[in-house]
């Protein structure tokens, strides 16, 4: 399996501008998360998907953020208008289910940099 | 107060040293516990993964967990500098992880 695919890798643009970003979770994998990494905060968790559904979105910073999960091999998350706040590292991470609290496997992560 | 606290480091040790990374949370309801390593420029990797209190074994590493007093520590034996990353523990109830913020760890030759 290639595991979680992100894209872009990198993302470079301004203020203002709409950013959409990636993900492919594992073939099988029914949990998808949405991630924010900065220096300050550390790993943040913005929202999780289970079969495709949004089940937590609390930690969405705002309405600026949107995420979408049109089927079980997609999702993007969006920033409209972006800002130099939201420069960060974006992981997407997928889950199985077993019981419990199953490992997530993570992305290699969009580095977003808004100017 | 965050949920799980991590001191940032920067550690860094000689190689072959025994490494102590920890972590305390402020949640008891949680029970699954988590440490994540992560190279520079990379997604975190599943490192240990122990349920509920106690010790768990796995090579040079060894994950504790003492639920009395809200602790998680991370060891690890003979360390080498492959082992230099950042250490991210994490803390579960159900499907929801709530990360520590990391320790970064160099490991000198």
């Known amino acids: 399996d290639a595991g979680v695919i992100q894209s872009p890798r990198h993302e470079v643009t301004e203020m203002g501008q709409e950013v959409t970003l990636r993900c492919k979770p594992i073939?099988?994998?029914?949990?998808l998360f949405w991630y924010r990494q900065t220096m300050m905060r550390g790993l943040e968790l913005l929202i999780y998907?289970?079969?495709?559904?949004?089940?937590?979105d609390s930690g969405m910073p705002e309405d600026r953020f949107s995420a979408k999960m049109p089927n079980a091999s997609f999702s993007t998350l969006k920033i409209q208008p972006s800002e130099p706040r939201d420069s960060a590292v974006y992981f997407c991470?997928?889950?199985?289910?077993?019981?419990?609290?199953?490992?997530?496997?993570f992305g290699p992560g969009t580095r977003l940099t808004v100017l | 107060q965050k949920e799980v606290e991590q001191d940032p480091g920067p550690l860094s040790v000689p190689e072959g040293a025994i490494v102590s990374l920890n972590c305390t949370y402020s949640?008891?309801?949680?029970?699954?516990f988590m440490w994540y390593r992560q190279y520079s420029r990379k997604g975190p990797e599943l490192l240990m993964y122990?349920?509920?209190?106690g010790n768990k074994e796995d090579g040079r590493f060894t994950a504790q967990v003492d639920k009395s007093s809200k602790y998680i520590s991370l060891f690890i034996r003979d360390s080498q500098p492959s082992d230099s990353a950042t250490y991210l523990c994490?803390?579960?109830?159900?499907?929801?992880?709530?990360f520590g913020t990391g320790t970064r760890l160099k490991v000198l030759a």
């Open positions: 949640n008891s309801a949680f029970q699954y």
């Open positions: 994490a803390i579960s109830g159900t499907y929801k992880y709530i």
């Open positions: 998907f289970n079969n495709n559904v949004p089940i937590d």
């Open positions: 122990t349920y509920s209190s």
């Open positions: 073939s099988g994998h029914d949990y």
């Open positions: 991470a997928s889950s199985g289910t077993s019981g419990g609290a199953d490992t997530q496997y």
